[in-house]
């Protein structure tokens, strides 16, 4: 979310050279419609917006999602940095910047999710055997379809990130323009029958009204 399109064309053409592929929005409200939509790995913040704080947008997300956010602004004071971390961005890096560093920054992120998902793998509770597209649940394997296995490993990459209807169709589908809603809410309610069937003290994976589902945190 950058308002000067110089600075955003540079951001869109330093991350296309890295292999990723970026969307720009310029105000707030296009911001949180895009977000609504999902599919988002990263968010790249301006602190000052037309219509609104980046602040108060980080917060808004962060409400929601705990999708990473870096802040690229102006704004280069420790005051301003302190507010940006506190409210739950994963980096704050101030103009002007060095393209290669933005983009250096944002791979190293990349691999910290990525090792921290493998973790994720084996968390006493859930196990992925991505071998044998296998899921155990409290040390016995689950009997899931294609796309439930696809479905609950997804949400286990992250546990407490919620993932929109449409996030999923786009990741889980092997022909999501042919999906609709209701096909994913199917999914999940046969997925939450299977893991109650183990373990009936709680829900594990949770409905985020308006927003989408995600797996319970330990």
Wanted: glycine share 6%; hydrophobic share 40%; aromatic share 8%.
């Amino acid at each position: 979310m950058e308002d000067e399109r110089s600075i955003a064309e540079t951001i869109l053409f330093a991350l296309e050279t890295e292999g990723f592929v970026p969307e720009h929005v310029s105000t707030g409200g296009e911001a949180r419609a895009a977000l609504a939509r999902g599919g988002f790995d990263l968010v790249i913040l301006d602190v000052g917006l037309p219509d609104t704080s980046g602040f108060e947008l980080c917060r808004a997300v962060r409400a929601t999602s705990q999708v990473p956010i870096f802040f690229l602004t102006a704004r280069s004071e420790e005051i301003d940095k302190v507010i940006g971390l506190e409210l739950g961005a994963d980096d704050y890096i101030a103009k002007p910047f060095s393209p290669r560093e933005l983009t250096a920054r944002v791979k190293s992120l990349f691999r910290r999710l990525e090792a921290n998902a493998e973790v994720s793998k084996s968390n006493g509770k859930f196990h992925v055997d991505e071998d044998r597209a296998q899921i155990t649940f409290l040390g016995r394997p689950l009997e899931l379809t294609r796309t439930e296995f696809r479905l609950l490993k997804l949400l286990l990459q992250r546990p407490g990130r919620v993932y929109s209807r449409q996030e999923i169709m786009d990741r889980v589908s092997d022909n999501p323009d042919m999906s609709l809603d209701r096909t994913i809410d199917s999914h999940v309610k046969s997925l939450r029958a299977k893991l109650r069937e183990r373990d009936s003290s709680r829900d594990w994976i949770l409905t985020q009204r308006g927003f989408g589902y995600s797996v319970a945190e330990e």
